[in-house]
T-cell receptor
Framework: SQKIEQNSEALNIQEGKTATLTCNYT??????LQWYRQDPGRGPVFLLL?????KEKRKERLKVTFDTTLKQSLFHITASQPADSATYLC???????????FGTGTRLKVLA | DAGVIQSPRHEVTEMGQEVTLRCKPI?????LFWYRQTMMRGLELLIY????????DSGMPEDRFSAKMPNASFSTLKIQPSEPRDSAVYFC????????????FGPGTRLTVL
């Protein structure tokens, strides 16, 4: 069955360092992948989309990679700040539809 | 634009009661999604509408759940009768079927069934 895996354990890093979060998927060949940020008590907020023909995409301090051979996306936050502390979720469309499957998310804490 | 609007923000009800959750999507968006989020299961898609038509409701847990979208600016998710295991945060999201297809989520309704 189709499955998405994100590190379920929280990631703690020091302010100013680069945070790297992983999204692995199996039994999928998604045309694109999305990353969202969720703060406690709020709905997820869209951050980035990367398509299967794009190896890398950047937006300000964010960088996302998409390796369709490894079936993995990496999400990087450079020069991290305490305000980046949140849960980050990846999402993929299932089978060419708009039916999205979300990962369980990785909680990031940036320590001042 | 005010974003996706959901009401109520919190709902506490007793087992067996009917619960109705409401959503107003962003104007101009043609896709609407209802999700449920719990600690155990994460974010699960319940139903997806496109141009007000239900396209996929395979995520609806059972017949106690129903959803409608009578027009482009309003949708409801109804649970009748409610059960304690329905306790969760329910999110509505809307998107455009083009570009980055970003889903814009509402603030959610926290449902507690006693």
């Amino acid at each position: 069955s189709q499955k998405i895996e994100q590190n379920s354990e929280a990631l703690n890093i020091q302010e100013g360092k680069t945070a790297t979060l992983t999204c692995n998927y199996t039994n999928y060949s998604p045309a694109y992948l999305q990353w969202y940020r969720q703060d406690p008590g709020r709905g997820p907020v869209f951050l980035l989309l990367i398509r299967e023909n794009e190896k890398e995409k950047r937006k300000e301090r964010l960088k996302v990679t998409f390796d369709t051979t490894l079936k993995q996306s990496l999400f990087h936050i450079t020069a991290s700040q305490p305000a980046d502390s949140a849960t980050y979720l990846c999402a993929l469309p299932r089978g060419g539809t708009y039916k999205y499957i979300f990962g369980t998310g990785t909680r990031l804490k940036v320590l001042a | 634009d005010a974003g996706v609007i959901q009401s109520p923000r919190h709902e506490v009800t007793e087992m067996g009661q009917e619960v109705t959750l409401r959503c107003k999507p962003i104007s101009g968006h043609n896709s609407l999604f209802w999700y449920r989020q719990t600690m155990m299961r994460g974010l699960e898609l319940l139903i997806y509408f496109n141009n007000n038509v239900p396209i996929d409701d395979s995520g609806m847990p059972e017949d106690r759940f129903s959803a409608k979208m009578p027009n482009a600016s309003f949708s409801t998710l109804k649970i009748q009768p409610s059960e304690p295991r329905d306790s969760a945060v329910y999110f509505c999201a809307s998107s455009l079927d083009s570009g980055e297809r970003a889903q814009y989520f509402g603030p959610g309704t926290r449902l507690t069934v006693l």
